[in-house]
């Protein structure tokens, strides 16, 4: 994280690059949701507003963020925070490898943390960097340039500071973990799929109980647009014990040292179990882990891990259409309390 308090160097990008940039910013701009920290507007439409863009976009604030992505490794997420000065409002400023969830991941992380802003410009750009990722060229839009997205918020003058610090420590987990789900969401999706057509196909006792078939049904259900899977992993357990099986890590847990201790029991097929610690990614709830348990012989198991949320489709489905699984749960598991259902129905 780098504070800037106020001055930065000169840009050396020409006055042509610098226009269309600077449109770029205020094609993206946008005010704070109406339950933002501190918001006293709902307008949440691109400027359109005569006279304010040079005040908005100005070239220190073009140069500080140039100045900002100036050297880059892949991956990193580069943070700095602009006390402000007589060239630009005080100002977060983000730049990171473009990925999918990345703005939701980022307004909800303000509004939880309580950071009051009074607008966001997210331009996308092309841009080339050298082998030690030295920025050498950065144009509007991505063409065949690996894609950054550049994140300007602006933050109102009250904007309590711890908050702040908080915000500024968050970011970096949060854009890498809104990339990597949006990097692993095909994989993920294809291992409840590929799961599903495991229970169906067997034979020879690796998945315990009656019910193989409906939790595969089950499986598919959430693939089909009820479940963000956000993370998976396999994970070897015995003696309530749980290791990782580090080369499955997918998502948000790609990265993550930690791990949940056993969560099936021996009869236990599938569990549903509840997080502790709220996602700050899409609905920003607090995120299930769906557990089917795969017998490995000599008392030892597999626990497939899906780490996620249920979707609104999910939340509002009838009871009648979800595949149910009238012994697949065990008793301390249950669905969300927002799905129509009754104590000890699945």
Known sequence: MTVNPGATEKSVLSPELMAKLSQA??????GPHGDAPGADTADTGPL????TEDHLVSAALLAAHVALARR??????AVAVHVGDEDFAPALQV??????MQMDSVTLLLHRLGVAYTAIMNPVFGVRRDATGELEDV?????????????????????????LDQAVEALPRVLTDARQVSLDSVA??????????????????????????DVADLLRWLADSHFVVLGYQRCPVSDGRASVDTSSRLGVLKFREDVLPQLTSDDDLLVLAQATIPSYLRYGTYPYIVVVRENAGAGHAVEHRFVGLFTVAAMSANVLEIPWCPSGFTRRSRWPSRIPATPGSC
Do not use: K
């Open 25 to 30: 910013y205020q094609d993206t701009y946008r």
């Open 48 to 51: 359109r507003q005569a006279g």
């Open 72 to 77: 880059r490794a892949p991956g990193q997420v």
């Open 95 to 100: 730049v990171a490898d473009h990925g999918g």
């Open 139 to 163: 144009v509007p839009g991505t063409g065949d340039a690996p894609a950054e997205t550049w994140i300007h918020i602006q933050l109102a003058e009250s904007v309590n500071r711890a908050a």
């Open 188 to 213: 993920m999706g294809s291992a409840l799929l590929s799961l599903a057509a495991l229970l169906d196909a067997d034979d020879s006792g690796r998945f315990s109980g009656p019910d193989r078939s």
